[in-house]
């Protein structure tokens, strides 16, 4: 019987699918006898997976209407609108349970396949809309954070991960693309579920308390709705055959290593390739031939799923994935309190800025890891996101300040653009990093740093709120100032912290040098090692002869 350490150590180390041949043939049709599988069919059906997930983006549209519900009137004793503060927490617990999950499940979802994962997420985000309904009818506010915060977001966490891990292994070749749709829903949750919350509980029930079907039947009609959505997109949701390969990219191919031929050394392979195996095998072929001396495969750079949690990149795009996504997490969660009580604007205005942000968030998540596929490149798109962040953030305090709306929605767009952004880059950059084979559970273990910044920055931002709400009061232009001040901080480290992740092959696998403390590379492309203080600088040459000897090594060990 395993230790329950080796069980968390065999958890993490293996990330096999096992099917039976019965399995494999039966996932070549989408209906059986009717009509084939294709890979483009997973794009839709990633899509409204995600728009249902991304109703947690709405959650600042049932703060207000949540407390009057449960505590009355949003009203201070002069009569004037007040945000108690208590409801918003609900999102940030979602959000730590959300990244929890993810990262507990990932490996189990890779062994098991998206379909049980995206049954399982769809299963508990129901059960937890309907125990969020139920909290608010017998004003239990402890019933909304376990049902929606705990169970909720438990379902959220598997279901967002479940169309990810196979978008990623049935494109290599177009990994940003697939990226981006995978979770470009997400945003565009928040763009309906304002409006149909609205709706439903009442236009301004926060305010007047008149109301159209109330909180708890709005979370059980949205419920139920979800529910079913989800449930028919996991039909949809497979992994590819064995032995799936797009232009030489497998599962295990990691990025630089295309041009090694996944075939052992000195071997000559002759194969009969599909442009798409499963999609239809009446198709033309092509066979091609792979004649390869002196070099390892492209599966030898391959690295196992704890290997690569382990690896310093990882660690490095842990820490740059919390910041980038910080400040967008916390605008997005208090945008509506904000355009009502600092900008002085209705209901209805701050629905509709926060799905106009819900629209700025999904085209960052479409557009940045799109362009990644033509550039070839994640990491400078990171940066660049990091970048705009950290200029529309120094700025945003003055303009909340001074109640200047327009450039105020101008920082927090860009923001809402740039937060999304990073998470459509994430899947396509890890996969990228460590191959699409351990996509799954790497993208699940890197949404902790989200949850962290979600329920750790959370909890801060509401506290220090609060603090500078009985300091300021009653002039509240300024509350924000101190939050986006510790924010910014996160950004600038986030900027930083970027510059030194790895991506090329070469600086990744060449082994250290004995005193060797540190390597980057300049604009121009030349390798530099720090030895200590003293930075050594190397020639192409110099460089290609030691990565000849370093593949020499690999292809001896191989044999």
Sequence with gaps: MKSPFQAIKWHYSSTHYERSQKQI??????????????????????????????????????????????????????????????????????????????????????????????????????????????????????????????????????????????????????????????????????????????????????????????????????GCCYFFLMTLSAFVLRMPPPGYQIKGIDIHTVKGAENFANTAPTQTVTKTMHDDPVIDKTESTHTVVDVQHNQPSSSAFALSLSEALKSKEYILMYIMFFCAEITGLLIISKIQSIVQNQLGKGADVAANINSALGGCNLAGRLILPTLSDFLGQRKPLFLFSLVVQTIFLAILPNAIGSQQYILTLICAFAIAFCYGGGFGLIPAFLADQFGSKNVGATHGVILTAWALAGVGGGLIFNKIYKMEVARLKPDLLHAYDLNFRWILAFVCLGVLITLFVPTNLRDRRLPKKTGETLRFRLINGRLVRVFGFKPVMYSKAEEDHEWAEYLSTMETTAR
Aim: with cysteine; glycine share 14%.
């Design 25 to 222: 043939d039966r996932e070549e049709w989408l209906i059986p006898g009717v009509l084939r599988f294709n890979r483009f069919f997973l794009m839709p059906a990633a899509v409204v997976m995600q728009v249902c997930c991304g109703s947690l983006y709405a959650w600042s549209g049932y703060n207000l209407p949540i407390e009057r519900a449960i505590f009355g009137p949003n009203l201070n004793a002069a009569g004037v609108a007040i945000d108690r503060g208590q409801a918003s927490n609900v999102f940030f617990v979602a959000v730590a349970v959300f990244g929890l999950t993810s990262a507990i499940l990932g490996p189990w979802l890779e062994r098991n396949g998206p379909f049980k994962g995206a049954v399982l997420g769809s299963t508990l985000f129901f059960l937890g809309n309907l125990l969020a309904g139920l909290g608010v009818q017998v004003k239990s506010l402890e019933l909304v954070f376990f049902g929606y915060g705990f169970v909720g977001g438990a379902g959220l966490g598997v279901s967002y991960i479940a169309p990810v891990s196979p978008l990623q292994k049935w494109f290599p070749d177009l990994r940003g693309l697939a990226a981006g749709l995978a979770v470009c829903g997400f945003g565009a949750g928040s763009i309906f579920s304002p409006f149909t919350q609205k709706a439903l509980i009442g236009a301004n029930y926060a305010n007047t308390g008149v109301e159209n079907l109330g909180v708890p039947k709005t979370f059980v009609i949205l």
